[in-house]
């Protein structure tokens, strides 16, 4: 019986520029491509869900196949909604290291500088490139000395001078490897006026659904939901982020891929540039000082 999730592979005008889009097909033979593993083969799975191709486990869950469609065809998300209904999970050292987010990074900002040091050792990166399969030539994150929640601990009492206040959803990587890109959205922030607010976050799930665990996904999300909709209730308060992934997940995977019910928080949540942008439109550009520096910023597709 088709579902209601599959309709948009109909949409499918079989043009392929999904796959010249797509990083994975690119650099392996293994996938052929969103094309193929999306909706050409899910009009196969619906009909008999033994034809299940076990390339669906090569799709990173980018997105580039569905920025990158003119009929607005959900393929990655009919990629992962396969994954999860069709193909085992196969417990791998690799997929748990990189799906555990929280975990590896509280442990190693603990060890930040012995933990930096160790991983551009080349026989680290022989070892996981040849046991882990996590490429050598691959320029792994630095780790912080202090995450960026023990940091805004010791300063959050500054925030609460301002009576505009935002929820600063700032995922994994600034709080353990980027804590001055949360420092610099504090001070952004205080300059327009408007005080910073953090909860006690999860991982956003984007790992750990690119890794096909998607139990612990929802575990995640739905505690991110919660927390997050009890913080907003009866607010306007928006609930912005600096990382594109998390405002996808919170925004789009949430209620698609992880089927959850995102309405207590769905109208809070901005991108930071948006946020910032509505800002300047509604009050005005703030005074600044001149700056000679010309810069190019790339906005998250």
């Known amino acids: 019986m088709t579902q209601l999730d599959n309709i948009s592979f109909d949409h499918c005008l079989k043009c392929t520029v999904c796959t010249v889009y797509c990083p994975v097909a690119r650099a392996t033979h293994l996938f ?39 009929s607005d065809v959900k393929i990655a998300d009919i990629i992962q909604r396969a994954r999860m209904r ?21 442990i190693a900002t603990r060890a930040a500088p012995f933990f930096n040091f160790f991983l551009q050792l080349f026989p680290v990166k022989f070892l996981l490139d040849h046991f882990f399969s996590i490429s050598g030539k691959a320029t792994l994150p630095k780790y912080s000395l202090e995450t960026f929640k023990a940091w805004y601990k010791k300063n959050r009492s500054t925030q609460n001078n301002f009576k505009e206040k935002v929820i600063y959803f700032h995922g994994c990587y600034v709080n353990y490897n980027n804590n001055d890109l949360g420092k610099a959205v504090i001070s952004l922030m205080n300059a327009i006026e408007i005080g910073v607010v953090t909860v006690d976050e999860k991982c956003c799930g984007v790992p750990l659904i690119a890794n096909s665990y998607m139990d612990k996904a929802k575990k995640n999300a739905r505690f991110n939901i919660d927390i997050l909709g009890k913080a907003v209730k009866d607010t306007k308060m928006k609930i912005v ?55 190019v910023y790339h906005a998250p597709c």
């Open 241 to 295: 982020s600096t990382s594109s992934s998390c405002m996808l997940a919170l925004k789009h995977e949430y209620p698609g891929i992880l089927a959850l019910d995102t309405r207590p928080i769905a109208l809070h949540l901005e991108y930071i540039t948006e946020f910032i942008h509505k800002q300047f439109e509604l009050n005005g550009i703030p005074k600044m000082n001149p700056l000679d520096l010309k810069a």
């Open 86 to 106: 069709y193909l085992g999970k196969k417990l791998r050292a690799r997929d748990f290291v990189l799906s555990r987010t929280d975990l590896m990074g509280i």
């Open 32 to 70: 052929p491509g969103p094309k193929q593993s999306g909706p050409d083969t899910e009009r196969l799975r619906i009909k008999d869900p033994f034809l299940v191709d076990v390339s669906l486990k090569y799709c990173s869950n980018c997105k580039r196949c569905e920025i990158a469609c003119p």
